[in-house]
């Protein structure tokens, strides 16, 4: 074991084994929204939504308390502006950049979801998964 090539082949089927070993730990694509949130969310907006995970203290902007995204408006989930935020595609004005984009990580098969007068857009189904269970976590008071 002791030339270089088998060196090398041996580190590298460990890294291999390594790889492997941690894809057994993160399901890809996740299985539901709730999957998808607690492996990309919830370390800033916490497991509630309510903007308390471990990160919020270490963001100079702080998470947004998921839960009251329909009282914040008027009543509605505001489903559009959630998905934009979410794919990083239009976000507010007081957004800061804290927040990553997570677009590049939420492709894959797409549904087509009505978004407002009449017009049709194509919406990966994590990203739509995602923003459903944002919706279910919604206070009413
Ligand atoms: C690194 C921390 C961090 C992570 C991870 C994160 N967010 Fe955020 N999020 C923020 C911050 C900070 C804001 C406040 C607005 C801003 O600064 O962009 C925010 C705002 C939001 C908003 C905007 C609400 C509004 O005002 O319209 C939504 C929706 C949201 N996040 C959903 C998510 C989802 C879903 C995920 C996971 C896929 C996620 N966030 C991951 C930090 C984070």
Redesign the pocket.
């Known amino acids: 074991m002791n030339n270089p090539v088998s060196l090398r082949t041996a580190a590298l089927a460990m890294g291999v084994l390594a790889i492997l070993g941690a894809c057994t730990l993160i399901e890809w694509p996740p299985a539901s929204g709730r999957a998808?949130?607690n492996q990309?969310?919830v370390?800033?907006?916490g497991t509630g939504g309510q903007g308390d995970g471990p990160?919020a203290s270490e963001?100079f902007?702080?998470?947004?308390d998921?839960t009251r995204?329909s009282l914040n408006n008027g009543g509605e989930f505001?489903r559009v502006?959630?998905l934009s935020?979410?794919d990083g595609y239009v976000?507010?004005e007081?957004?800061?950049d804290?927040?990553?984009e997570?677009g590049p990580l939420l492709v894959g098969d797409n549904v087509l979801l009505e978004t407002g007068e009449g017009v049709v857009t194509p919406t990966p189904k994590l990203l739509l998964a995602?923003a459903n269970y944002?919706e279910s976590l919604q206070i009413t008071e």
């Open positions: 998808v949130y990309n969310c370390m800033c907006h990160l963001l902007s702080p998470p947004t998921l995204l505001p502006a959630v935020h979410i976000r507010g007081n957004s800061s804290a927040m990553p997570f995602v944002l």
